[in-house]
Nanobody
């Protein structure tokens, strides 16, 4: 199983960024998929996940700002991040079922 995440980078506060995660070697449409993040000195935390049926679970800190589109045909999940804040700075990890991708760094400057 491989999860290839991309799209991280440096963005100013108030800006937007879109992360992508493409899966291979595993089924996708029947699995919950989503994103976690880990800020420096902190534990990994849930950002948002979406069930096979489209049910969204997200952290209060990102509600109304982040969405998690999924494309089952492409075996891909995205994280659309809008109105970014400096506290969103973290390494972001995609998850497909019980499989984790390598992280991608998002840095939000004030």
């Amino acid at each position: 199983v491989q999860l290839q995440a991309s799209g991280g980078g440096l963005v100013q506060a108030g800006g937007s960024l879109r992360l992508s995660c493409a899966a291979s070697g595993t089924s996708f449409s029947t699995k919950a998929v989503g994103w976690y993040r880990q800020a420096p000195g902190k534990q990994r935390e849930l950002v948002a996940t979406i069930s096979p049926g489209g049910r969204l679970t997200s952290a209060d800190s990102v509600k109304g700002r982040f969405t998690v589109p999924r494309d089952n045909a492409e075996k891909s999940v995205y994280l659309q991040m809008d109105s970014l804040k400096p506290e969103d700075t973290a390494v972001y990890y995609c998850i497909v079922g019980g499989f984790w991708g390598k992280g991608t760094l998002v840095t939000v400057s004030s």
